[in-house]
């Protein structure tokens, strides 16, 4: 059984995405997000971009079959024009980080209007609180569960700790039962990752889900396509973690189960230092 899982890599580098997108990474991913992230994450060993709506536009102009998703501010002022520019820009998809209201949703969504689809990222315990009335909203096309954010709100050591203490499966339950898709985290390459990228793909396939983050494994930091080429095969990776994927979709019940529990220790151990 073949289920699909939309990739995306953050990027603003034209030649890096144009590659990506040839090697199967199947959205690329503009973060316009500077307002109140520095204040978050600025002290974490986390990925600020710092990208700019011309950055839309030239990826725009090489993104090939891949759809062009913008990560723009939380909702503020300034948020329709934001909104307008980028769609103006070439973005497919508008995702909208760090809200908390049902009001932003909504929003945000007659903003939009129905140009292009409309990812909220769920990332604040009162978004979570809130899913059953976010899938309602018109002109949401899926949803995405930020977990970089939702497990410190939360005040979890991990970031994978809400795959374990069933945070994410309950939600993910919401938005199947209202046929919504969804995608949650970051994902490293086969083989690679504190939390194997295989125990991750496990839950994925689990639970639903048919989009997730490439982590920096994917791209290493490069400042561009010739160092990205050195460090690793792009479509040899993205061939594994698709193939791992469908292995983990053709799954007897007896090995999802054994998978889940395999999964929960590991994220226990981690926790537990």
Request: net charge negative; proline share 2%; glycine share 8%.
């Given at each position: 059984?073949?289920?699909?899982?939309?990739?995306?890599?953050?990027?603003?580098?034209?030649?890096?995405?144009?590659?990506?997108?040839?090697?199967?990474?199947?959205?690329?991913?503009?973060?316009?997000?500077?307002?109140?992230?520095?204040?978050?994450?600025?002290?974490?060993?986390?990925?600020?971009?710092?990208?700019?709506?011309?950055?839309?536009?030239?990826?725009?102009?090489?993104?090939?079959?891949?759809?062009?998703?913008?990560?723009?501010?939380?909702?503020?002022?300034?948020?329709?024009?934001?909104?307008?520019?980028?769609?103006?820009?070439?973005?497919?998809?508008?995702?909208?980080?760090?809200?908390?209201?049902?009001?932003?949703?909504?929003?945000?969504?007659?903003?939009?209007?129905?140009?292009?689809?409309?990812?909220?990222?769920?990332?604040?315990?009162?978004?979570?609180?809130?899913?059953?009335?976010?899938?309602?909203?018109?002109?949401?096309?899926?949803?995405?569960?930020?977990?970089?954010?939702?497990?410190?709100?939360?005040?979890?050591?991990?970031?994978?700790?809400?795959?374990?203490?069933?945070?994410?499966?309950?939600?993910a339950k919401i938005v199947t039962n209202a046929r919504m898709?969804?995608?949650?985290?970051?994902?490293?390459?086969?083989?690679?990752?504190?939390?194997?990228?295989?125990?991750?793909?496990?839950?994925?396939?689990?639970?639903?889900?048919?989009?997730?983050i490439l982590s920096r494994t994917f791209h290493g930091n490069?400042?561009?396509?010739?160092?990205?080429?050195?460090?690793?095969?792009?479509?040899?990776?993205?061939?594994?973690?698709?193939?791992?994927?469908?292995?983990?979709?053709?799954?007897?019940?007896?090995?999802?189960?054994?998978?889940?529990?395999?999964?929960?220790?590991?994220?226990?151990?981690?926790?537990?230092?």
């Open positions: 059984m073949n289920r699909n899982l939309n990739l995306m890599l953050i990027t603003n580098n034209i030649d890096v995405a144009k590659y990506a997108s040839g090697c199967g990474v199947t959205r690329l991913f503009v973060d316009l997000e500077v307002n109140g992230k520095y204040e978050r994450q600025g002290h974490l060993d986390t990925v600020i971009s710092y990208h700019s709506m011309t950055d839309v536009g030239a990826i725009n102009k090489v993104k090939g079959k891949a759809e062009l998703l913008v990560r723009l501010n939380p909702y503020h002022i300034n948020s329709e024009q934001e909104i307008n520019s980028a769609i103006e820009h070439g973005a497919d998809i508008i995702m909208l980080p760090m809200f908390r209201t049902i009001e932003e949703v909504s929003i945000f969504s007659e903003l939009i209007a129905g140009r292009v689809k409309f990812i909220p990222l769920i990332e604040t315990i009162d978004a979570a609180n809130i899913v059953s009335d976010i899938v309602k909203v018109k002109g949401v096309s899926e949803v995405y569960f930020g977990l970089n954010d939702l497990h410190r709100e939360m005040n979890c050591k991990f970031m994978f700790e809400p795959l374990q203490n069933g945070c994410i499966e309950a939600l898709p969804f995608g949650f985290g970051g994902i490293a390459r086969i083989g690679e990752g504190i939390l194997p990228a295989e125990l991750i793909l496990s839950e994925h396939a689990r639970l639903g889900s048919s989009n997730v490069s400042s561009n396509l010739d160092d990205l080429k050195m460090s690793m095969n792009l479509q040899l990776e993205v061939t594994k973690l698709l193939d791992s994927f469908n292995e983990h979709i053709s799954r007897s019940n007896e090995q999802v189960t054994k998978d889940k529990l395999l999964l929960d220790e590991t994220i226990a151990t981690i926790v537990n230092g």
